[in-house]
């Protein structure tokens, strides 16, 4: 069973930046690399968007509406997946999810369905 625990979040001014982390410490080093991993966000009244993916082999993904001012990045030593936020807009503020699955043996299918997630944490832009 994996767990995903995320912190990092909080309340931060337009032009602003935040970390996000998501730490697995039940999967073992080998075991991460067959993960893909993701970062979600849902804001109040809207539907849940995927924010980005990477795969095992470190290959990314991003949405358009972030392009340039996040970054996805995972230490498979360290079992933790990271999201690196700058130039935060209030457009931005969303509880963030970061989501995990090994169907695909590392790879992250447009269709991935997401077996694992984490509780959430908030980030409000103002």
């Known amino acids: 069973h994996v767990q995903l625990v995320e912190s990092g979040g909080g309340s931060v001014q337009t032009g602003g930046s935040l970390r996000l982390s998501c730490a697995f410490p039940g999967a073992t080093y080998q075991r991460d690399r067959g993960y893909c991993l993701a970062w979600f966000r849902q804001a109040p009244g809207k539907e849940r968007e995927g924010v980005a993916v990477i795969e095992g082999d470190g290959y990314t993904r991003y949405a358009d509406s972030v392009k340039g001012r996040f970054t996805i990045s995972r230490d498979n030593a360290k079992n933790t997946l990271y999201l690196q936020m700058n130039s935060l807009k209030p457009e931005d503020t969303a509880m963030y999810y970061c989501?995990?699955?090994?169907?695909?043996?590392?790879?992250?299918?447009?269709?991935?369905?997401?077996?694992?997630w984490g509780q959430g944490t908030q980030v409000t832009v103002s």
């Open positions: 989501a995990a699955d090994p169907s695909y043996g590392g790879r992250c299918p447009p269709h991935l369905i997401f077996g694992y």
